[in-house]
């Protein structure tokens, strides 16, 4: 029971991060913050829509269990990516946030609750 309840005490919290963010790049401000921000790093400024959108609808896929290990994986690949970009424009101070998040996303993806926890 504790396992199953760590499992969805993890997803919640981090689905809820993701979803958060990636409405922080869709629209107001922040988008217009994201749009430049991708622009220096060299990518489009319109990818913050994929880049929003993704991290949006995969937050929400960790809170469906059917769909949690493919969201977690689709995070995982998000958050390599944050973290190459970072380590390729020499912004170690921005390492740490896709690193937690990638983790949790990993521990999503190996934390499934054991056929006792479901009884």
Known sequence: ????????????????????????????????????????????AASRYWIGGIETLAGLGLLAPSFRRSAAITLMVVMAGALVTHLIHGEVFRLLPPLILGGLSYGLYRWQPRASDKA
């Open 1 to 44: 029971m504790l396992r199953v309840t760590a499992i969805w005490t993890t997803a919640v919290i981090t689905g809820l991060l993701f979803v958060l963010v990636g409405l922080s790049k869709l629209a107001g401000d922040s988008g217009i913050h994201w749009a430049d921000r991708l622009s220096q790093w060299g990518y489009p």
